[in-house]
């Protein structure tokens, strides 16, 4: 039921709270919020609208969401996003293989060599000179506070391995 609710809440992204999220300041806005508000992550709430989620993120967590930007949703190939569009099952493991339960902040973050998703596998964790990477993908922005968890923008769509 959690992993539910966190892909239910990052489907949330899609609603209008641009408009509110702007006249908070980010620690006084969930994840939802403030991933809408960032402007970045249009993708992201598009194929999570898709799925006909919504809602999760704006429980009270906490979550740390590895979240891929619009320009990491290019990356994958067309057949690849093409191919999730049309199993929601597979599309829920990917967008779960995303958030995390709890505050994971960069300072604990960088102290893992890995994390269990809300998708039931873990994602690896390594640091290579000052730049954090999880799984291939490269943490582009860590520490987007919000009032239920933490944002780290990631450049990459992160893709759970089969079985």
Do not use: C, W
């Not at 429980?59 to 190939?77: L, M, R, S």
């Not at 990917?94 to 039931?120: D, E, F, I, M, Q």
């Amino acid at each position: 039921m959690k992993k539910v609710i966190a892909v239910l809440a990052l489907a949330a992204l899609s609603v209008s709270l641009v408009a509110t999220a702007g006249a908070r300041t980010r620690e006084d806005q969930n994840i939802v919020q403030t991933a809408a508000g960032a402007g970045q992550f249009k993708t992201l709430a598009k194929l999570l609208t898709r799925t006909g989620l919504a809602g999760a993120l704006q429980q009270p967590g906490p979550y740390t969401v590895f979240a891929p930007t619009d320009a990491a949703f290019k990356k994958v190939p067309k057949k690849a996003l093409n191919a999730l569009l049309r199993n929601k099952a597979k599309l829920k493991a990917v967008l779960l293989y995303h958030v995390v339960s709890g505050n994971v902040p960069s300072t604990a973050v960088v102290k893992l060599t890995s994390a269990k998703t809300l998708n039931g596998k873990s994602v690896r964790i390594r640091m290579s000179g000052s730049n954090v990477f999880v799984n291939s993908a490269k943490v582009t922005r860590p520490d987007v506070m919000a009032s239920n968890g933490v944002i780290h923008v990631i450049n990459r769509v992160l893709i759970p391995p089969a079985g």
